[in-house]
Nanobody
């Protein structure tokens, strides 16, 4: 069974950092573009970041540029999202997703596999 599992969420104070991980079981992430998305209560889903299958291309939402970094750890079959300088508006459930076609933070239907999400809360 192909599955994605996010981890690393939690409660952090404004200005703090968290590192989210997206782990795969049943398939190898090397051949997939990976995207990170988030959804806050009462808000629409938002694309946060993505990385191509070759890791040659990354993209970030304007709201997180300069603060978040996406990367692969092929040895562990994971994709990580390092989140620094967190703000209360970053509070959301964060999801990772895998696409065999294209890395995009806007075209959600390109992603075939989705994780269950991990909660990130930024609050003092």
């Amino acid at each position: 069974q192909l599955q994605l599992v996010e981890s690393g969420g939690g409660l952090v104070q404004p200005g703090g950092s968290l590192r989210l991980s997206c782990a795969a079981s049943g398939f190898t992430l090397d051949y997939y573009a990976i995207g990170w998305f988030r959804q806050a209560p009462g808000k629409e889903r938002e694309g946060v970041s993505c990385i191509s299958s070759s890791s040659s291309s990354t993209n970030y939402a304007d709201s997180v540029k300069g603060r978040f970094t996406i990367s692969r750890d092929n040895a562990k079959n994971t994709v990580n999202l390092q989140m620094n300088s967190l703000k209360p508006e970053d509070t959301a459930v964060y999801y990772c997703a895998a696409s065999p076609r294209v890395a995009t933070i806007t075209r959600y239907d390109e992603y075939d596999y989705w994780g269950q999400g991990t909660q990130v809360t930024v609050s003092s």
